[in-house]
């Protein structure tokens, strides 16, 4: 129950992510059981892309509401410039993929007057997604619809619909499973216009305290992302506005779309396999406001290798690869089976050889395995490295050395595999 248990936690609190499987100790995480990098938000020093920004074309006026006190009366609207241009004046889509903690006040908003946006993530690679929380400084929207792509874009899934009148939007009964598309369900917990301010928007990939392990085929398909997008499809107006319409000659301009926090929580696939993630190929930085990018290549750990520890590590192939087990903790780790001490001088293969000098090579093998292996092969290793061993400045162009085979492995070979 190791890593569903944290992914449950996480779903409802950052404190969660720092037990078990995802836990910080003085033990590697890896260490003999399923591991995983650390849980973040996944658009965080990522681009998301919008339709509109306000301001786009040159300086636009707008006015918002704050929230009605405790006895529900209405502030007046508050009314402001923006102007996509000039740094103080705008409110771009990385105001709301910036930190909520050290940026709580940014956000982004649309142009004046849309009907729908739409806002996109692209992530560079696959991701587990886990949660989504959006924070919007406009009341929410009236229509929503969250989908995700596994393949970068080319198909999506319908995860949830939002509506405040479900079947007047999208022609399906609150909360009855399966009625959309993709089998998605339509939810009004998250769409009334109260609060004009600060309302949240959340969804859960997995529901609460499954049974289902995350590294498993069912699981991933689940949490696998490469895309998320969001449909605004419906503005809805602060309720407070009712009261300004009554004394105003003429309407303010509040048809806008504006998010403080878009927070899509997750972290790198690597199939229960690695601890610490690198920027994967196609990651494109942007303006740097965080250090808490969620990479995507995994470092590998358990004998695996590959971006997401898909595969076992050259020499590492003597049983299938697989996942680890998010409910057992078993870390399923890719192993050699080669028994380092029945091994001979005279019968030793060129693999097992190999094996050996890995093993030899490697942290975290104890001194005494080490002296078994190189009792049996070491004079064999030897001999290729004196053989192997002419100083550098001996060679000229028209002397090669022999080609890299597995028969004039170094005694001082390292694996270059990640462990
Ligand atoms: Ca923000």
């Known amino acids: 129950m190791l890593v569903l248990f944290v992914i449950g936690v996480a779903m409802l609190s950052d404190a969660g992510l720092s037990v078990e499987v995802f836990r910080a100790g003085v033990a590697p995480r890896c260490e003999s059981r399923a591991c995983n990098p650390r849980m973040g938000n996944l658009a965080l020093g990522r681009r998301v892309l919008t339709q509109t920004v306000c301001g786009n074309n040159g300086t ?3 006015c918002s509401y704050s929230d009605p006190n405790t006895n529900l009366a209405c502030s007046a609207a508050k009314c402001a410039k923006c102007n996509a241009g000039l740094p103080l004046l705008s409110h771009l889509a990385s105001g709301m993929s910036d930190s909520s903690f050290r940026h709580p006040n940014t956000w982004w908003q649309s142009a004046e007057g849309v009907e729908s946006e739409t806002v996109q993530l692209d992530l560079e690679a696959e991701f587990y997604f886990t949660h989504l929380i959006v924070v919007f400084r406009s009341p929410r929207p009236a229509a929503m619809t969250l989908e995700r792509s596994q393949d970068f874009g080319r198909t999506w899934k319908m995860l949830q619909y939002y509506a405040s009148n479900c079947s007047a939007a999208f022609g399906l009964e609150e909360g009855k499973a399966g009625g959309g598309q993709d089998g998605a369900s339509c939810t009004s917990k998250y769409s009334a216009a109260y609060p004009c301010n600060r309302g949240e928007v959340i969804y859960r990939t997995l529901p609460k305290w499954e049974s289902l392990d995350p590294f498993g085929e069912e699981g991933q398909q689940q949490l696998r992302v490469t895309n998320v997008r969001i449909r605004l499809l419906k503005h809805q107006p602060c309720p407070c506005q009712a009261k300004d319409l009554a004394s105003a000659h003429e309407a303010l301009p509040t048809q806008h779309f504006a998010i403080y926090d878009l927070i899509v929580k997750g972290s790198c696939f690597c199939n229960g396999h690695a601890e610490q993630c690198v920027p994967a190929p196609g990651y494109q930085p942007i303006r740097d406001r965080t250090n808490h990018v969620v990479h995507g290549k995994c470092v590998c750990r358990h004998n695996t290798a590959g971006d997401h520890c898909e595969r076992c590590a050259p020499l590492y192939n003597d049983r299938p690869w697989q996942p680890a087990d998010g409910l057992t903790g078993a870390p399923q780790e890719c192993r050699t089976d080669v028994s380092i001490s029945s091994l001979s001088h005279q019968s030793a293969s060129v693999t097992d050889t190999l094996r050996a000098a890995t093993l030899i090579g490697r942290r975290g093998v104890s001194l005494a395995s080490k002296a078994a292996a190189c009792a049996t092969v070491c004079t064999t290793l030897k001999d290729v490295s004196v053989r192997d061993a002419k ?29």
């Open 391 to 419: 100083p550098a400045s001996t060679e000229t162009p028209s002397v090669r050395r022999p080609p890299l085979t597995p028969a004039n492995v170094r005694y001082d070979h390292t694996p270059t595999h990640s462990s």
């Open 60 to 62: 636009e006026l707008y």
